[in-house]
């Protein structure tokens, strides 16, 4: 592909064939990656990549989480609070998510990109159980074969992530150059303890977020394109 054609065909891939991903591919793909800029080429991140089932316990251990914290959220208070402590579904995370609202104008983008979404899915906007079977999705990987969790060095400060997000991006792009599709996804840097059980984990690293990768499918969910703002919107302007 021409490199402009990959950089517009790139999209988040939310469903994803049972095809799997060669060994090699799946090296190439990652080690091509490593080409990527950082901050005075440190490199301040690593990954741990699950495939070959390991994918599949994870994925399971992580909605299992992501159920029981639903649960939680039903609960009068008293319960909740032994039901937080015994059930293992408070995220054990390394970066808390935003609780709530976005601040500024990113609420009202969250708000259309996702309505945009569930629109595509047909799925009404009150109708909390779809939406949460459709955030589920996200814990088993939307069925991609292969899971990526990406960790950072927090001694680099707010490099690591700009470094972090150079090299996700790169990751995305070879990905999509190949013919496969990709998902970065928040959602998997909520608990840490099911990847933990299956990687030995540097120290001092910090889980960020994960990304879904494999073959993606012909369901319509991948067909979503989201606005993107306008060079206007991102542009200063000069003082008059
Ligand atoms: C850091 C990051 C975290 C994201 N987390 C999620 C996620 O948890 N679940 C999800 O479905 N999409 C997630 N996305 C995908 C965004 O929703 C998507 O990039 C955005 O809507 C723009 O769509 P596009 O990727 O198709 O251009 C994430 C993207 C990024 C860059």
Redesign the pocket.
């Known amino acids: 592909m021409e490199f402009t054609d990959v950089l517009v065909n790139r999209?988040?891939i939310?469903s994803f064939s049972e095809k799997p991903i060669d060994d090699s591919t799946l090296n190439e793909i990652l080690s091509l990656a490593i080409e990527s800029p950082s901050s005075s080429n440190t490199q301040p991140y690593k990954m741990a990549v699950a495939t070959g089932g390991i994918n599949k316990v994870i994925g399971k251990d992580l909605l299992d989480k992501y159920y029981a914290a639903n649960k939680l959220n039903t609960m009068p208070l008293p319960l909740k609070a032994v039901s937080a402590i015994t059930s293992g579904a408070l995220p054990d995370g390394d970066f808390r998510p935003i609780l709530g609202k976005y601040p500024d104008e990113f609420q009202k983008r969250r708000v259309t990109?996702g309505q945009g979404l569930y629109e595509v899915l047909g799925i009404e906007r009150h109708d909390k159980k779809s939406r949460d079977e459709q955030m589920a999705k996200?814990f088993t990987f939307f069925n991609a074969p292969v899971a990526i969790f990406f960790f950072i060095h927090p001694g680099m400060t707010y490099t690591a992530l700009v470094d972090l997000g150079i090299f996700m991006q790169s990751l995305m792009l070879i990905a999509t150059d190949k013919g496969l599709g990709t998902?970065?996804?928040?959602?998997l840097g909520m608990w840490k303890s099911p990847i933990k059980k299956h990687f030995t984990l540097p120290k001092k690293y910090k889980l960020v977020?994960g990304m879904a990768l494999g073959y993606p499918d012909d369901h319509k969910v991948n067909e979503y394109?989201?606005p993107k703002v306008t060079l206007n919107d991102l542009l200063i302007p000069n003082k008059k």
């Open positions: 999209r988040s939310r990109t996200n998902c970065a996804q928040g959602a977020c394109k989201p």
